[in-house]
DNA sequence: CATGGGATTGACT
DNA sequence: GTCAATCCCATGC
């Protein structure tokens, strides 16, 4: 008979660069049911969207300046960028180095660490701790500091889904709180899952 | 150097 | 539904 342990999968090891390498909306697909942690606090991501040099909602469409230098470096690191001068939005950096590309990690499924959410974010709705991508980032902890930091080697880590977790079902749709390229469909979620940013209005589509 | 625009959120009408 | 908070950085003079 075998043994708890031997049952038990192998630890996960966080994602490789390789996997951040590829097309950001394959990317920004996948990403949806991988586990987020930084320190005690893990989630999983239920929310994502794409970003890419092409159009014009992304930072990096301008080229290549001082703050879009991470979007344009390595893939496998978190672009973290400072919005309406108060909220830190953390990103996937994607695509080979030279090409800017990012996915927003907008939502989170709270696993791990919720107290200390709670106490960040000053409030103990387990649906709005992580609802958002500021409020992500605020229950996680996460700051500017760690702009261009590793996603696999650093203190954030984004780990593949577990395996005895079925593959999500998807629901995609335009991006939200952008007034350009809005008809691009580069947002992803789990479908009907209470812990995103904003529901789903129009009529459910399937990834 | 001055200005303006946000990949948001929470409080309020 | 409206609206302000607040800061980084791109742009233009």
Redesign the pocket.
Known sequence: MATVSERRAPAAQPLPAAFFAREVLTVARELIGCVLAHGPCRGVIVET?A?HQSEP????Y?GR????AT?YGPPGRA?V???????A?L?AVCEPEGVGA?V?IRALYPLQGIELMAQR?R?SDRL?LCS????LSQALGID?SLNGSSLRGGPIRIYPRHPRFREPELVRGP?????KATELPWRFAIANCKYV?KPWPWRRSFV
């Open positions: 969207e970003y909602a992304c930072h990096a301008i300046t001082p703050r879009t979007l672009y960028y400072r919005s309406y001068g108060i909220h939005l990103n990012a927003l974010r409030t709005s958002g991508p500021g409020k500017l991006r939200i709180g952008i007034s940013s």
